[in-house]
């Protein structure tokens, strides 16, 4: 019985490390692919705490990256609000690594 729950154990603990390379993966290919070649400059006005998820889907909705979820998942971004309110000038053709602290 023990060795039936040690394997399901190692199982599970393998299937949670293959989930996890897989996002890392995804993550990865996301921050070195530009959401489009256009190059007009948009200006992206971030209000003094605003939400991460509200960036993200703004910078989305304008077509300057590919995925909010992932940018909202990004790990330079450590905080869930804008801590004061800024102006960004930036263009389609910039990877997240570019637009994304």
Known sequence: MKKKISAIAVG???LLLAAAFAVYID?????RTA???GSEEQV????????LAATAEELQRRQL??????????PGWKATTAPEG????LKPSMTP????P
């Open 97 to 100: 690594r570019d637009i994304l």
């Open 27 to 31: 993550l990865k290919e996301f921050a």
């Open 12 to 14: 599970a603990l393998g």
């Open 86 to 89: 800024r102006e960004y000038s």
């Open 35 to 37: 959401a489009s070649p």
């Open 65 to 74: 990256v590919q995925s909010a979820f992932n940018s909202g998942c990004w």
């Open 44 to 51: 992206l006005t971030v209000a003094s705490g605003q939400p």
